[in-house]
Structure formats: structure tokens, C-alpha cells
């Protein structure tokens, strides 16, 4: 059984057929594309939360492509990228701001105990699974490092 984000994205595939928005299409096709590769090399149906990191990975590599067009003053190609993340982003949950995620951190810190860098993987484990996608993990690593150097 398909899991209900892949279901959301096979729909909006059909709607934006019959709307004919071909840009958007293509950007929905690379989607499921991408979703099927996946499937394929795992050899198993995704999870909402695995399909969660394969968006999060293609919007990464779509934000790098962007910045690489910019520099080369290939602002074409860069509203392009830009777009694609957008239709991506429809998919993926509201991202928390770094106020939020600090005060996960600090809730986190609190919560473990944790004092020192010795329980940075503690935290980081409880965070990864408390904030499940909505955050920017390397963002949250920083904001831990910066918490537990404090105490």
C-alpha cells in the first residue's frame, strides 16, 4: 500500500495533467521518478518519513544547482531550480524557525540531562525523532553544539 504524501503526489500529478501545466508536470514526473528510483534500489516501499528524506535531498540538490547557476550568471536556469523547490517544498511539513528549534534543543537538553558534548548523541537522537523532518538537521547539530559548549 502506498503510503499517504505518494498517494498526495500521484494525485496532484492528475490534476496538473488535466490542468495542463507543463512545468509543473515535469517537476512532479521528476518526483515520482526519483520516488521510484528509491524503491527500486531499496527494494521496498518508502514511508512517509522516507519519502520525507528523498524530498529534502532533492530540494538540497535543487538549492546547490541554483547557487552554481547564479554564479555562472545563469539566472535562467537558477528560476528554474527555484521552482522546482517550490513544488517540492508542497510536499514537505512546515519547517520550524531557528527560534523553534532552539527551544527544542533547550526542551532536549533539559529533558536528558545533558551538560556536556558527551551527550550530543543523546540529544541529537531525541531531537531527530521529536522534530521528524521539520528541521534542518546540520541546523540543529550547530544550535546542539552551541547548547552544550554553554553548560
Known amino acids: 500500500m502506498d503510503s499517504q504524501l505518494k498517494l498526495r503526489i500521484k494525485d496532484d500529478t ?25 524503491e527500486i534500489d531499496s527494494r521496498s516501499t518508502l514511508t512517509d518519513q522516507e519519502l520525507h528524506r528523498v524530498l529534502v535531498r532533492m530540494q538540497k540538490q535543487r538549492a546547490s544547482s541554483a547557487t552554481q547557476y547564479r554564479d555562472g550568471r545563469r539566472s535562467d536556469l537558477a528560476k ?35 551538560d556536556s558534548m558527551q551527550h550530543m548523541g543523546k540529544v541529537m537522537g531525541h531531537l531527530t525523532q521529536s522534530l521528524g523532518g521539520r528541521a534542518d538537521m546540520a541546523q540543529v547539530s550547530k544550535i546542539v553544539r552551541a547548547c552544550l559548549s554553554n553548560n
Not at 517537476?27 to 520516488?35: G, Q, S, T, Y
Request: net charge negative.
Open 80 to 114: 528554474q531550480e527555484e521552482y522546482e523547490i517550490a513544488v517540492i517544498q508542497e510536499f514537505l511539513p512546515k519547517q520550524l524557525t531557528e527560534a523553534e528549534v532552539s527551544d527544542a534543543v533547550d526542551q532536549a537538553c533539559a529533558t536528558l540531562q545533558a
Open 14 to 38: 492528475r490534476t496538473t495533467m488535466l490542468a495542463r501545466d507543463k512545468a509543473r508536470l515535469a517537476v512532479l514526473r521528476l518526483i515520482n521518478a526519483e520516488i521510484k528510483q528509491t
